[in-house]
Nanobody
Framework: VQLQASGGGSVQPGGSLRLSCAASGLNFRIYTMAWYRQAPGKQRELVAT???????DYADSVKGRFTISRDNVKRTLYLQMNSLRPEDTAVYYCNVEAYGRAFWGQGTLVTVSS
C-alpha cells in the first residue's frame, strides 16, 4: 500500500488549498480514508474521515471550512481547505487502516501566515 500526498504550500489567512492523496496497492473503494495533521510541538490529530459509503466526519476545529472527498475511479482522496487560519499550519497526512495496520502518506506541509 502506498499513499502519496500533495498540494501543500504557503497561504495567507483566509486562503484556500486543496490536498490530494493518491493511493495504490489496495481496493481503494472499500476502505475508510482519513486526513490527519501534526502541528509543530503537538500530537497528530484526526482532521476528517470519509467512509466507503461516503459518510464524512470532521474535527470540530475544521467543520464548515474543510471538505473531504474521494474519487474511487482515480483512487484519490482530497481535502479542500477554505478560510485557512494560522492554527491550521501543520503537516497533513493521509491515512488508511488496511490489512490489520495503519498506512500513512509522506505528509504535505501547509503553512498559513501573513
Amino acid at each position: 500500500v502506498q499513499l502519496q500526498a500533495s498540494g501543500g504550500g504557503s497561504v495567507q489567512p483566509g486562503g484556500s488549498l486543496r490536498l490530494s492523496c493518491a493511493a495504490s496497492g489496495l481496493n481503494f473503494r472499500i476502505y475508510t480514508m482519513a486526513w490527519y495533521r501534526q502541528a509543530p510541538g503537538k500530537q497528530r490529530e484526526l482532521v476528517a474521515t470519509n467512509t466507503s459509503g461516503g459518510r464524512t466526519d470532521y474535527a470540530d476545529s475544521v467543520k464548515g471550512r474543510f471538505t473531504i472527498s474521494r474519487d474511487n475511479v482515480k483512487r484519490t482522496l482530497y481535502l479542500q481547505m477554505n478560510s485557512l487560519r494560522p492554527e491550521d499550519t501543520a503537516v497533513y497526512y493521509c491515512n488508511v487502516e488496511a490489512y490489520g495496520r495503519a498506512f500513512w502518506g509522506q505528509g504535505t506541509l501547509v503553512t498559513v501566515s501573513s
